[in-house]
């Protein structure tokens, strides 16, 4: 008669076992959409530490083209270098954060070809945690190249008119400017899902929109042609919206509504070509 209970014990306890792994299954299953995100971003930060080449870029650039262009350049251009300043760097401001955008859709794009991608995607969470998540952690980096460029900016002189409130104005529109870049070069990796490929093709759109744009001169000084692609150039409404604010020029307002027109335009493309690219996958 004690055979039975010998069995019924270990069957007991397998099912208690059973149990507690369907409750923790159903535990994972409540994780909020917003839980979801900051995990996603917190690993897609983790991540920096082994490619820190995203972080050498956004200190470097700003670096570069801000000290170099103001003192070769700022004289000729401006008549003395600390005028040209005031023009130059909220441009590299716009630039910078516009350049870094890349690396989202190749870190994507690396965890694609590496399948980490899909076993996400196979998590009971949010399906758009995976992509917001990505989002979040662009958005530290992009404000951390930011407060590369306006800590550089005070080290060389330059006092923005528009105060600690024009700086964040200004930094805010960049950073969502940037963002809805993410999400195109997000919607590229998921196309060609190889992150040398997404470099490739970041470069070959944002080089010319940030050497063609009044990031660096007037356009007026430029020949027709290139004064009209300068005008259409969505990077060039934002160096001079940032510009506005950051000097607290005159005539701002349009600037920035055209800025935050692109900003929504790119944006409304972007985000459901991505979801669509990202539920196809499945």
């Known amino acids: 008669m004690s055979a039975p209970a010998a069995v019924t014990r270990p069957a007991a306890a397998q099912t208690h076992q059973i149990d507690i792994l369907l409750a923790a299954g159903r535990s994972r299953r409540r994780a909020g959409a917003l839980s979801a995100s900051a995990t996603f971003g917190r690993r897609a930060m983790l991540k920096i530490k082994h490619d820190p080449k995203q972080l050498v870029d956004s200190v470097a650039i700003p670096i570069l083209f801000t000290v170099l262009f103001t003192y070769l350049f700022g004289g000729a251009i401006s008549g003395s270098p600390s005028d040209y300043l005031k023009f130059l760097l909220p441009g590299v401001l716009s630039m910078s954060i516009a350049i870094v955008t890349m690396y989202g859709g190749a870190r994507l794009a690396q965890d694609v070809t590496t399948g980490a991608f899909d076993r996400f995607r196979a998590l009971s969470i949010w399906r758009g945690a995976f992509v917001l998540g990505g989002l979040l952690s662009d958005a530290a980096r992009y404000l951390f190249a930011s407060a590369i460029v306006v800590a550089l900016g005070l080290i060389m002189g330059y006092r923005p008119d528009g105060g600690v409130l024009g700086v964040l104005a200004a930094v805010a529109l960049v950073v969502a400017f940037g963002l809805s870049l993410s999400l195109l070069w997000a919607a590229v990796a998921l196309l060609v899902r190889d992150p040398a490929v997404v470099i490739s093709i970041a470069n070959v759109v944002l080089m010319p929109l940030s050497f063609a744009s009044n990031i660096f001169a007037q356009p007026n000084t430029?020949?027709?042609?290139?004064?009209?692609?300068?005008?259409?150039?969505?990077?060039?409404?934002?160096?001079?919206?940032?510009?506005?604010?950051?000097?607290?020029?005159?005539g701002t307002g349009g600037s920035v509504a055209w800025s935050l027109i692109a900003t929504a335009a790119i944006t409304a493309v972007c985000a459901p070509l991505t979801l669509r690219l990202y539920s196809r996958r499945g």
Do not use: E, K
């Open 222 to 250: 430029m020949p027709g042609w290139l004064q009209a692609f300068v005008a259409v150039n969505p990077l060039s409404h934002v160096a001079t919206a940032a510009r506005g604010l950051m000097n607290n020029a005159v």
